[in-house]
């Protein structure tokens, strides 16, 4: 009954790899979003779909790619993961008039060796 | 987005009032004032949201003054498990696809 789900929980990987991470919500949300937070806490956006357009597209390596098959996934594609790309990664989802705020979904700690 | 600034940290015993205080100067007439809390190894919850005065869950209390240039997070009586960081954010809620920005956020400690 999660409202925004994630997998995997948890992502260990070596440099030079591609990874993913899904995201889906039940809320019945139109725009989604990619989240990440680093070692020093830091929340930074890092995309936000509207009706599975791309609305924000941050300063962020073309090495990530979010894709969003539909309203309600927004998978996010990790080509030739660094070392500084270990980060914990949120996925959240809201209406566009962001009533009654963002759900957030629990994370996806990503570690890269 | 309108910039926030709220204490790093704060310490508060069980049973106490606390009250966290965000400055956000340059807020925009469309923007919304939005808390939300994080505990360890979770995402942000959603606490409370307001535009101007008062507001009131079954969680917290915002207080919003005319100016619209601060806003208090009002947690009565607080427990153990309200130790967390909270975040204080302005925005636009009616713009598609604004995200919120989050600043450092305050980490709350409370104590028996």
């Known amino acids: 009954d999660t409202a925004v789900s994630q997998t995997p929980k948890y992502l260990v990987t070596q440099m030079g790899n591609d990874k993913s991470i899904k995201c889906e919500q039940n809320l019945g949300h139109d725009t989604m979003y990619w989240y990440k937070q680093d070692s020093k806490k830091f929340l930074k956006i890092m995309f936000s779909y509207n009706n599975k357009e791309l609305i924000i597209n941050e300063t962020v390596p073309n090495r990530f790619s979010p894709k969003s098959p539909d309203k309600a996934h927004l998978n996010l594609h990790i080509n030739s993961l660094e070392l500084g790309d270990s980060a914990v990664y949120f996925c959240?989802?809201?209406?566009?008039?962001?009533?009654?705020?963002?759900?957030f979904g629990s994370g996806t700690r990503l570690t890269v060796v | 987005l309108a910039k926030t600034t709220q204490p790093i940290s704060m310490d508060s015993y069980e049973g106490q009032e606390v009250n966290i205080t965000c400055s956000h100067n340059n807020i925009a007439t469309n923007d919304y004032i939005t808390w939300y809390q994080q505990f360890p190894s979770q995402g942000p919850r959603f606490i409370i949201q307001g535009y101007k005065t008062k507001v009131t869950n079954e969680v917290a209390s915002l207080f919003i003054p005319a100016d619209r240039k601060s806003s208090t997070l009002s947690l009565p009586r607080v427990s153990l498990s309200d130790t967390a960081v909270y975040y204080c954010?302005?925005?636009?809620?009616?713009?598609?696809?604004?995200?919120?920005?989050f600043g450092k956020g305050t980490t709350l400690s409370v104590s028996s």
């Open positions: 959240a989802s809201s209406y566009t008039s962001a009533e009654n705020g963002y759900t």
């Open positions: 954010l302005v925005g636009d809620s009616n713009q598609a696809g604004t995200a919120l920005i």
